[in-house]
């Protein structure tokens, strides 16, 4: 049975059920919940809470303008967004195992790619962990290898890939 689910627009109130589904998803890169919140006050067309039927959040997706070629570091605040950044940086997309298999990754991932391209990016980001390049690469994006990044791809683990993907003008 496929289980129904819905995205929204977070907000503050839902960071604590945030929290807990990056504590699941994600133990292995803590972060504080003023990291959410700030990405939340940046960006809120680029924070969702996946949700059920009754409404118990299942995953969310925590994204935001970031130039291209620069990963935020793990745990960080951003403190402002660079004026004139022309990429959309997806921090983080979670779904516990009940949110997974209904199709709603891909769906949400397909909408910040056109909430991206309407602000006027040229294209897409993210740290691909936890064994998901596979599915980043089915979402469009491709591996890039840049020295330079290195050492902030170590910070999450030796599997950590950058990823990006071309938005169409």
């Keep these: ?24 998803v994600h133990p292995d890169y803590p972060e504080d919940e003023a990291v959410f919140a700030e990405r939340l006050r940046l960006a809120p067309s680029g924070c ?15 994204s935001h303008p970031w130039p291209a070629g620069a990963i935020p570091a793990l745990n960080s605040l951003l ?17 516990l195992p009940e949110g997974r298999g209904t199709g709603a990754a891909g769906h949400i991932v397909a909408w910040i790619a056109e909430e991206a391209a309407r602000a006027g990016c040229a294209g897409l980001a993210l740290v691909a962990v936890n064994g998901s390049t596979g599915f980043w690469r089915r979402q469009g994006f491709r591996q890039v290898h840049d020295p330079a990044l290195d050492r902030k791809l170590a910070s999450y683990d030796d599997a950590a890939r950058y990823m990006r993907r071309d938005l169409q003008g």
């Design 1 to 24: 049975m496929t289980r129904e689910t819905a995205w929204r627009l977070m907000a503050p109130a839902d960071l604590p059920a945030v929290m807990e589904v990056a504590a699941v």
């Design 48 to 62: 969702h809470v996946l949700s059920d039927a009754q409404g118990v959040p299942l995953g969310y997706l925590v």
């Design 79 to 95: 403190g402002e967004i660079p004026p004139g950044t022309m990429n959309w940086y997806i921090h983080d997309l979670a779904l």
